[in-house]
């Protein structure tokens, strides 16, 4: 995805930009200075942008509150792809196991592109919980853990393209430094699995392992986040070994099942 500075040169790629700026706030909506400020487009641009959605039905607004939504057509654009793309009822019994078993909240999420997208999550019935992640939050590769066990086993030379062409700390901080991101890359080989120490939101952290797509591309995650606390070292392993099994059973499932 690009940079939120530097918006795509083409129509295609601005109106999906917007698309994505609407589904990071599903419930609230998103104002149309908010779409600009994400997107990287002048106000104005956006504006049109959104206006142009709006009548082809890919964009809804509320009249009162002037905020805007995804709009009913990409609904059934997405049931119209579900028999091909969706693997989110599989992947629904592997989160629910997770947060079953661990007692924190589970996540499935999908790789687009360079980033990757939370399609789904559980909580578990430990009361303090990390709100990090939620169903359709999207972060680049290598800042939340499933996005860095999806890089991590990335081939090196895409590992290094990603890298040399996209600057992490401008958002997120020097912690996402290519070197920091390459040392946590090699921790992730090492283990199998991710763990982020609370970089994103201090004290929240969590752990991902990879979902493998046909090719053996990592093209999934399964996750579990929570407060610090929860995530000790005498624990971590065992929330990695529940994580791998999962992913390992749902990767098994996915090859087995017929694609249209």
């Given amino acids: 995805m690009s940079s939120p500075h530097r918006p795509p040169p083409h129509l295609i790629g601005r109106a999906a930009a917007v698309l994505r ?5 599903a419930d609230a909506g998103v104002s149309t200075s908010g779409v600009a400020r994400a997107t990287g487009l002048a106000r104005p641009t956006a504006h049109r942008l959104l206006v142009a959605l709006l009548d082809e039905g890919f964009a809804d607004r509320d009249r009162r509150s ?30 629910h196991r997770l947060a079953s078993d661990t007692g924190e909240s589970a996540f499935f999420s999908a790789r687009r592109g360079d980033e990757t997208v939370c399609l ?14 939620y169903e359709g939050a999207r972060f680049p590769l290598g800042v939340v853990s499933a996005g860095l066990v999806v890089l991590a086993l990335l081939p090196d030379r895409e590992i290094d393209a990603y890298l040399s062409g996209t600057d992490l700390t401008a958002r ?6 290519a070197d920091a991101v390459r040392g946590r890359i090699a921790r992730t080989r090492e283990l ?4 982020n120490p609370g970089l994103v939101v201090e004290g929240s952290w969590g752990m991902a392992a990879a979902v493998f797509g046909p ?19 005498d624990r971590r392993p065992q929330l990695g ?8 059973a749902l990767t098994t499932a996915l090859r087995r099942e017929p694609r249209v």
């Fill in 66 to 95: 002037g905020r805007w939504h995804l709009g009913p057509e990409l609904y059934l654009l997405g049931e119209a792809a579900a028999a091909r793309y969706d693997v989110t009822q599989r992947a629904r019994e592997s989160v």
């Fill in 21 to 25: 700026a609407l589904s990071t706030s």
């Fill in 172 to 177: 997120w901080g020097p912690a996402h430094s």
């Fill in 241 to 248: 070994e529940l994580l791998l099994k999962e992913a390992h």
């Fill in 192 to 195: 199998g699995y991710a763990v």
């Fill in 215 to 233: 090719a053996g591309e990592p093209a999934w995650a399964l996750t579990l986040t929570g407060v610090e606390s929860r995530f000790r070292a």
């Fill in 120 to 133: 789904l999550r559980e909580d578990g019935d430990f009361p303090i919980r990390s709100f990090v992640l």
